[in-house]
């Protein structure tokens, strides 16, 4: 405090009279000297105010038409943003005209008129917003197109059984492809196969991959491989020997001791070894199956021909004459026990003179049964074989009687 304003106050207390009239106050406000601070400091606050109130409104302003802009609606045609700007103006008008009064300021910051603006910004929601070609704003949005993602397709493959024996042949079926794709089953750099449905022989055994790749669009060139185990055929080898009355020996030599033997499909033997009796002459398929630890069952036949090798005795003459030596004429034959035998004699005219059935009786040179010999005459003699299957053999020849 300044010593004036100290000499006057002190002075005045001294002179101190109760004298509350107006002109004694006016007296006194003029001799008090003025204080320009505190007007500085009401001019500062006014201001401050004032330059927030506009950045205020200039943010609402330009928040309105930038939503305007963001629906593609022009600002000139657009009554709605022409009504927000018309509304702010009186407001700004309104703030031009504020007295430096510090209550007048405040109660013009909670003047109603900018609830008024929100609320004309929150109807402006419901109207709909019209462009050019008098279409919504909403319908707009929705007529942009994105492009759509392309599906991936993935491929279903069925397939057999990926182990076996030698040849290994794996069914398999290919689905959910494009039509045009192209497919490759790969075995050991060779093509199997192009189809989608089919066979895939694989004929080398052990352990090996089996490729499938499917080229086509949205597939990425689709690869995929797998393991087949093949399992090699037995080795067969056996020995077989027929005699000459029919009987057919064999026998297993390979490794394998799971075998079965068969005459033209009929099952004959499971043994490693064994015989069969050919009852009849012709040709016969012999056939041997064996069966690995795997399963795996080979094969192998072969074709016999079997002829029988008649052994006949017939002498070329003989004498009836009761000497006890060479007095009948038969022929001595060896043959299977299921085949039968006839024995015939005629004469050079074609009369039958003799026949039997058994292989043990021969003919005494009588004629017409009346015991007369003809000596240094000729004959025919024949035997007829016959097998089980009614196949028959003939065997014939001449003689005489001395």
């Excluded at 005045?12 to 006194?28: C, G, K, V």
């Excluded at 000139?76 to 007295?99: F, G, H, Q, R, Y």
Aim: aromatic share 10%; charged share 30%.
């Amino acid at each position: 405090m300044s010593k004036k304003l100290t000499d006057i106050i002190q002075k005045s207390i001294e002179n101190h009279t109760e004298d509350y009239s107006p002109e004694a106050w006016e007296r006194l406000k003029k001799e008090l000297p003025v204080n320009k601070s505190l007007l500085l400091l009401k001019a500062g606050v006014f201001s401050l105010i004032f330059i927030t109130i506009s950045l205020t409104l200039w943010y609402f302003t330009d928040k309105d038409t930038k939503f305007v802009e963001k629906n593609n609606i022009s600002e000139t045609k657009s009554p709605i943003v022409e009504k927000k700007i018309k509304k702010a103006k009186p407001i700004l008008k309104d703030i031009k005209e504020i007295p430096v009064n510090l209550n007048t300021e405040i109660a013009e910051i909670s003047s109603p008129k900018v609830q008024d603006k929100k609320q004309d910004y929150s109807e402006t929601k419901k109207e709909p917003i019209t462009s050019k070609n008098n279409s919504s704003a909403k319908e707009s949005n929705n007529t942009i197109l994105t492009p759509e993602k392309e599906e991936v397709l993935q491929p279903k493959i069925e397939l057999g059984k990926l182990k076996g024996c030698t040849p290994l042949n794996i069914a398999y079926r290919i689905t959910n492809i494009p039509e045009k794709a192209r497919i490759e089953w790969m075995f050991e750099n060779k093509v199997l196969s192009l189809a989608s449905t089919g066979t895939l022989k694989v004929e080398k055994a052990g352990r090996s991959k089996l490729s499938l790749r499917i080229y086509a669009n949205g597939l990425d060139n689709f690869s995929k491989e797998y393991e087949i185990t093949v399992w090699d055929l037995p080795t067969v080898e056996f020995e077989y020997n027929i005699s000459e009355e029919g009987l057919l020996e064999f026998r297993n030599t390979s490794e394998y001791k799971t075998c079965q033997w068969f005459i033209n499909d009929n099952l004959i033997s499971e043994n490693q070894e064994g015989n069969f009796q050919l009852q009849n002459a012709g040709e016969y398929q012999l056939k041997i199956k064996l069966k690995s630890e795997k399963a795996c069952v080979n094969q192998k036949i072969e074709n016999l021909k079997y002829s029988i090798q008649h052994k006949v005795f017939a002498p070329t003459a003989f004498s009836p004459n009761g000497d006890g030596y060479n007095d009948e004429f038969i022929v001595k034959y060896i043959s299977h026990a299921s085949f039968t035998y006839t024995f015939q004699v005629f004469s050079l005219e074609g009369q039958l003179l003799f026949e039997t059935t058994d292989v043990d009786k021969g003919w005494g040179g009588e004629q017409d049964g009346n015991g007369q010999f003809y000596k240094n005459k000729k004959y025919l003699w024949r035997l007829i074989i016959q097998d089980a299957s009614g196949r028959t053999e003939t065997k014939q020849g001449y003689f005489t009687q001395l």
